[in-house]
């Protein structure tokens, strides 16, 4: 009986002498909705400025050839969260508030992989992976929630199209906000819709400083920020309504930067900053129909809903002092499918056990010159395959696909003209020369072309393309509700 005991003396003596162990990161990742490329100064964005988003570029790496993975809400969250391409998990699109399907509770979010690791998850935003009670965030890995748990524009029946209209209280939907599962509070009007950012900034802030001082002080933490906004109907709050002098979406912007400097704040106040990993980005493109309610993509073709950049690419800002290099720009490819993987390489997570596409990028966001992520699937439309790129050569393939080029955008909350079946054309695109992809090489470079189409047939034979009528090999069922 001596000898065990004598045993963990001394493992608990050498553990208290021994120097702390490093302590596993906390993670704040802030995911924007329909925020462009274009959208914050550090990218270029005009009228207004964005300075503390842009702090987090000078305090770590901006990201100038990041992809989200879908350029539509639904698919895109299912990505960011699983490190799957969505329609692996058979998700697309973005989900109707009566939507039965939803993420499947198999599948393993970035929040049940941390806390496994002992991490204290909160998610305070727009969820999208499910509606009904089965499939909210807690029984995702999620500890709290609080947030609408769709888009903000959206009717409790299926969307029927009617513009949001800025002015016009009765055109606004009634959206529950969800505390934990229950509905606590609707969202009515546009003033409600103002104060959705303050709402969920609040939460953000007492969630870190609650772990940092309540019962669950030695515990790191996961906060997961996906604002509503600046999806329309955008609306700020008083404080920051007019405050531009540039127009409503400036206003939004400005309210989005704000709540960044309240995170950072929450965090340098409670001693925190310095061991948190801290993430900025969005889940698709701007919504350009929306005119002047709408982001800019920073000049890359089209926007939300189309795989041209503009629908793809977005500002990506990751910030950990002494891991991450300060006031680097990286324009290595990577996407938010890799950062599942990423984020569990830092903290020491496992891996989901199905196959993910994600690859772990540690070593990029630490200084490596190389990517570890050269290809790119882009699917859209449930699953069809419009293109494929491999380092900064873009195949895209004839497709029926939204097109807002050479239709009058929507102004003041109003939809413009879109056409969402224009027969896009097909095209091999060098984005190192040609980042707007205007000039089709197909016939320059017939090499790369066939290169590309064998990778596309790669992605075909493994996750399907309605647009040749394929079924993927490796396509996992997605979660039924049941009919209760
Ligand atoms: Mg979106």
């Not at 906390?26 to 329909?34: K, Q, R, T, W």
């Not at 439309?381 to 239709?407: I, T």
């Not at 027969?423 to 470079?445: I, K, V």
């Not at 996750?463 to 979660?479: F, I, K």
Request: hydrophobic share 35%; aromatic share 10%.
């Amino acid at each position: 009986m001596k000898k065990p005991f004598l045993f963990f003396l001394i493992l608990a003596a050498g553990f208290l002498l021994s120097p702390t162990a490093p302590k596993k990161p906390n993670v704040v990742l802030i995911f924007m909705d329909d925020m462009g490329y274009g959208d914050l100064s550090c990218y270029g964005a005009l009228n207004y400025t964005t300075p503390n988003i842009d702090q987090l570029a000078t305090d770590g790496t901006r990201f100038t050839n990041f992809l989200t993975t879908h350029a539509v809400c639904t698919a895109s969250r299912a990505a960011l969260l699983t490190g799957c391409y969505a329609n692996r998990l058979s998700l697309s699109g973005a989900l109707s508030p009566s939507a039965r399907n939803g993420l499947h509770p198999d599948e393993e979010t970035l929040a049940e992989l941390l806390k496994e690791q002992g991490y204290a998850t909160g998610i305070f935003g727009k969820w999208h992976l499910g509606n009904k009670p089965e499939f909210l965030p807690t029984k995702q890995g999620f500890d709290e929630y609080f947030g609408i748990p769709y888009s903000n524009d959206m009717w409790p029946v299926d969307y029927d199209g009617t513009p949001a209209i800025s002015g016009n209280k009765t055109q606004y939907p009634p959206l529950p906000m969800i505390n934990g599962t229950q509905p606590v509070d609707t969202i009515r009007t546009l003033t409600d819709q103002g104060l959705l950012t303050k709402r969920l900034t609040e939460r953000a802030v007492s969630f870190i400083t609650k772990n940092r001082n309540g019962p669950n002080a030695a515990r790191p933490f996961f906060l997961y920020l996906p604002h509503h906004m600046v999806h329309v109907p955008i609306a700020a709050s008083p404080r920051f309504m007019g405050k531009t002098g540039a127009g409503l979406f400036a206003d939004v912007m400005q309210e989005v930067d704000w709540s960044v400097g309240e995170v950072m704040n929450a965090l340098k106040k409670n001693g925190l900053d310095k061991n948190t990993l801290v993430i900025f980005t969005s889940d698709n493109g701007p919504w350009l129909t929306f005119g002047n309610h709408a982001g800019s993509s920073g000049g890359f073709r089209e926007g939300k809903g189309t795989t041209y950049e503009g629908g793809h690419r977005v500002p990506g800002l990751m910030r950990w002092p002494g891991v991450i290099p300060a006031g680097r720009v990286c324009n290595q490819l990577l996407t938010t499918l890799d950062l599942l993987p990423t984020i569990a390489g830092f903290c020491g997570a496992r891996l989901p056990k199905k196959p993910i596409d994600g690859k772990n990028a540690v070593a990029l966001l630490k200084g490596a010159e190389q990517s570890p992520r050269q290809e790119f699937y882009y699917y859209y439309r449930k699953n069809s395959l419009e293109a494929v790129r491999r380092g900064n050569m873009k195949l895209v393939f004839a497709h029926p696909g939204r097109r807002d080029e050479g239709y009058v955008p929507g102004k003041d909350g109003y939809r413009g003209e879109t056409n969402e079946n224009f027969p896009t054309p097909p095209g091999l695109y060098d984005l190192a020369h040609d980042p707007g992809e205007r000039y089709d090489l197909s016939t320059t470079y017939p090499l790369v072309k066939a290169d590309l189409e064998a990778l596309a047939e790669k992605a075909r034979a493994d996750l399907g393309d309605d647009l040749q009528q394929r079924t993927g090999a490796n396509v996992r069922a997605g979660g039924i509700a049941s009919m209760k």
